[in-house]
T-cell receptor, first 112, second 110 residues
Framework: EAQVTQNPRYLITVTGKKLTVTCSQN?????MSWYRQDPGLGLRQIYY???????DKGDVPEGYKVSRKEKRNFPLILESPSPNQTSLYFC???????????FGQGTRLTVV | KNEVEQSPQNLTAQEGEFITINCSYS?????LHWLQQHPGGGIVSLFM???GKKKHGRLIATINIQEKHSSLHITASHPRDSAVYIC????????????FGKGTKLSVIP
């Protein structure tokens, strides 16, 4: 089954403790992206990747890192999480940057 | 930076009504997505448009590139259509950055 898988689904962590949210797709898509969703602000793009080893900033990249070493995986790294990074995070992939997008189930992150 | 405006923000309809949700953007784009998010949070792609019109079942999406405007129509609305509908634009000129509207919350009453 074609899918985008994010892990974990829920995470509570403390300020400053490094964490990684994983994202994996099985559709051989070139384009992958991370978003955060906050009440009143909607969805905002954090980073995107057009292919292996090619990444670029979205609207809100501060405090996040990404890497794309393999086509199927695009992890989101928070090296020193802060409470303002408490949010619902989505990963998505598409064949290329302007084709139908497939979203993961979301990761609800709470930083205390 | 592209500004994406959706209207209305909230919409309540009776079952069977024809529904229109609008999306306007400020800067030229290469494509536009319509997304659906049900309570519980999962996001599903409904349409990706770069020109013209697309239809899938009771859903129709149109885009007018010159006027920088897109519409999502739902014919014969049903309570299961209750969700948040989100417009997202893909930047042009070699960038694939996405900018989202804030969404339209649709409630369809039986």
């Amino acid at each position: 089954e074609a899918q985008v898988t994010q892990n974990p689904r829920y995470l509570i962590t403390v300020t400053g403790k490094k964490l990684t949210v994983t994202c994996s797709q099985n559709m051989n898509h070139e384009y992958m992206s991370w978003y955060r969703q906050d009440p009143g602000l909607g969805l905002r793009q954090i980073y995107y990747s057009m292919n292996v080893e090619v990444t670029d900033k979205g609207d809100v990249p501060e405090g996040y890192k990404v890497s794309r070493k393999e086509k199927r995986n695009f992890p989101l790294i928070l090296e020193s999480p802060s409470p303002n990074q408490t949010s619902l995070y989505f990963c998505a992939s598409s064949l290329v940057g302007y084709t139908e997008a497939f979203f993961g189930q979301g990761t609800r992150l709470t930083v205390v | 930076k592209n500004e994406v405006e959706q209207s209305p923000q909230n919409l309540t309809a009776q079952e069977g009504e024809f529904i229109t949700i609008n999306c306007s953007y400020s800067v030229g784009i290469s494509a536009l997505h319509w997304l659906q998010q049900h309570p519980g949070g999962g996001i599903v792609s409904l349409f990706m448009l770069s020109s013209g019109k697309k239809k899938h079942g009771r859903l129709i999406a149109t885009i007018n590139i010159q006027e920088k405007h897109s519409s999502l129509h739902i014919t014969a609305s049903h309570p299961r259509d209750s969700a948040v509908y989100i417009c997202a634009v893909v930047a042009g000129a070699g960038s694939y950055q996405l900018t989202f509207g804030k969404g339209t919350k649709l409630s369809v009453i039986p």
